[in-house]
């Protein structure tokens, strides 16, 4: 009887949270006045998406935050996954504290620590910058942890293989280790990237030029010129969506897969 349950119950948590998507979507083909009335539109507009796409400079925000997202998620896996092998393959002194010293970075909050970030940001420099977008945001310890745990269910043979073959540390993890990756490395860049995509606070904190905004500032921003206009709003929700919609359905696959490969040792 419980396992006759369990996807029924599967099936109505998905209906529940696919439905209030579904309404923006469908609210931002509607006209102004029909907004807020609940079922199929008595006509469908692309107006809406529009104006959010021409009148507003919506690729401009999409643009950077495409810039920001994809950067920070390139770097953060080759600097991830090399600290991880580090962690999980060689011996020094030190190794485990600097473990729980990463590992304890998830216990501190981005508020906690936004105004000293701020103060080291403006003495390199990196105010109103893509720079101060990035270099902040490349660091996160779940990245670090995940690869470590991965790192530690590979086998040693390949690596000591690599080793009668004349690799070093380099050479091992540039051959060996990370095309043995691919699986983990692709499910965090759906993780980093969605975050970076949606990232609010920082980008809010460290720019203050119109041409650096990122798509949720510039979505933030309509909400006070077009306060009554919620169908451009919806409008440009849907549109900012659309990207992280297509990036999870492209990796979620691989982002279930390893979760399901990477056990904890």
Same mark, same amino acid.
């Given at each position: 009887?419980?396992?006759?349950?369990?996807?029924?119950?599967?099936?109505?948590?998905?209906?529940?949270?696919?439905?209030?998507?579904?309404?923006?979507?469908?609210?931002?083909?509607?006209?102004?006045?029909?907004?807020? =009335?609940?079922?199929?539109?008595?006509?469908?507009?692309?107006? =809406?998406?529009?104006?959010?796409?021409?009148?507003?400079?919506? @690729?401009?925000?999409?643009?950077?935050?495409?810039?920001? $997202? /994809? &950067?920070?998620? /390139?770097?953060?896996?080759?600097?991830?996954?090399?600290?991880?092998?580090?962690?999980?393959?060689?011996?020094?002194?030190?190794?485990?504290?600097?473990?729980?010293?990463?590992?304890?970075?998830?216990?501190?909050?981005?508020?906690?620590?936004?105004? @000293?970030?701020?103060?080291?940001?403006?003495?390199?420099?990196?105010?109103?910058?893509?720079?101060?977008?990035?270099? @902040?945001?490349?660091?996160?310890?779940?990245?670090?942890?995940?690869?470590?745990?991965?790192?530690?269910?590979?086998?040693?043979?390949?690596?000591?293989?690599?080793?009668?073959?004349?690799?070093?540390?380099?050479?091992?993890?540039?051959? &060996? *280790?990370?095309?043995? $990756?691919?699986?983990?490395?692709?499910?965090?860049?759906?993780?980093?990237?969605?975050?970076?995509?949606?990232?609010?606070?920082? @980008?809010?904190?460290?720019?203050? =030029?119109?041409?650096?905004?990122?798509?949720?500032?510039?979505? $933030?921003?309509?909400?006070?010129?077009?306060? $009554?206009?919620?169908?451009?709003?919806?409008?440009?929700?849907? *549109?900012?969506? *659309?990207?992280?919609? &297509?990036?999870?359905?492209?990796?979620?696959?691989?982002?279930?897969?390893?979760?399901?490969?990477?056990?904890?040792?």
């Amino acid at each position: 009887m419980r396992i006759r349950f369990l996807p029924i119950l599967a099936h109505v948590l998905a209906i529940i949270a696919v439905l209030p998507l579904l309404w923006i979507a469908i609210s931002a083909l509607k006209p102004a006045e029909d907004v807020f =009335n609940f079922g199929w539109p008595t006509t469908w507009t692309l107006d =809406n998406l529009q104006y959010v796409l021409l009148k507003i400079p919506m @690729p401009r925000f999409m643009l950077n935050s495409a810039i920001v $997202s /994809v &950067v920070v998620t /390139v770097v953060a896996l080759f600097f991830h996954s090399m600290a991880a092998y580090a962690l999980a393959r060689l011996r020094f002194p030190g190794r485990g504290i600097i473990f729980s010293g990463i590992m304890s970075t998830l216990l501190v909050s981005l508020p906690v620590i936004l105004v @000293p970030l701020f103060l080291v940001a403006k003495q390199l420099g990196l105010l109103d910058s893509y720079a101060g977008l990035i270099v @902040p945001s490349i660091f996160h310890a779940f990245g670090i942890f995940l690869l470590r745990q991965y790192y530690l269910n590979i086998p040693r043979e390949l690596e000591e293989a690599a080793d009668l073959d004349g690799c070093g540390y380099w050479r091992r993890y540039w051959s &060996v *280790i990370l095309p043995l $990756s691919r699986p983990v490395l692709a499910s965090l860049s759906v993780l980093f990237f969605l975050a970076n995509w949606n990232a609010f606070l920082w @980008p809010l904190t460290i720019t203050r =030029n119109p041409d650096l905004r990122v798509i949720q500032l510039g979505v $933030s921003g309509m909400q006070g010129q077009y306060a $009554s206009a919620w169908n451009l709003i919806l409008a440009a929700a849907v *549109i900012a969506a *659309i990207p992280t919609v &297509v990036v999870f359905v492209a990796g979620q696959k691989r982002l279930v897969d390893a979760m399901k490969t990477t056990g904890l040792k």
